[in-house]
């Protein structure tokens, strides 16, 4: 079982993320986080999660919590997909070097097949 932590400023995305994985037998613990700060990181960090979903949404601190997770020494190594309706987020995620991406209308493969594969990115994950 994974758990995965689920930062959405859409509650219908949070939902969608969380039934799916749970449907799978993973835990998903959601925050609406469109900014950083000390209370995001610290739940983070206490939470330790196996995988991030990060919503790129209305808010523009989004990708300030992006960098955040690949420079925290406790969280860089945790795979981070990222999810947007908006345009080209394949290349988004690309120039990132995010670990997946899930675009909308919300094709959540990828994700499934990361936590069907104990956590471990396929070609297929990334892709």
């Keep these: 079982m994974a ?4 930062l959405a400023d859409t509650p219908a ?3 969608q ?6 449907e799978l037998g993973h835990e998903v ?3 609406c986080a469109s900014c950083l700060d000390r209370a995001t990181r610290q739940w983070l960090r206490a939470l330790n999660p196996d995988v991030i979903v990060l ?12 960098f955040f997770l690949r420079s925290d020494a406790e969280l860089r190594r945790t795979p981070v997909f990222l999810a947007s309706n908006g345009r080209n987020l394949s290349e988004q995620a690309a120039m990132l070097e995010a670990d997946g991406y899930l675009s909308s209308p919300f094709d959540l493969r990828r994700l499934v097949e990361f936590l069907q594969h ?5 070609e297929a994950c990334a892709a």
């Design 29 to 31: 613990q959601s925050l």
């Design 17 to 22: 993320i969380k039934m799916t994985a749970e």
């Design 55 to 66: 919503e790129l949404a209305r808010a523009l601190d989004n990708l300030h919590l992006y």
């Design 13 to 15: 995305v949070a939902n």
């Design 118 to 122: 104990d956590g471990e990115l396929t």
């Design 3 to 6: 758990l995965v932590a689920c």
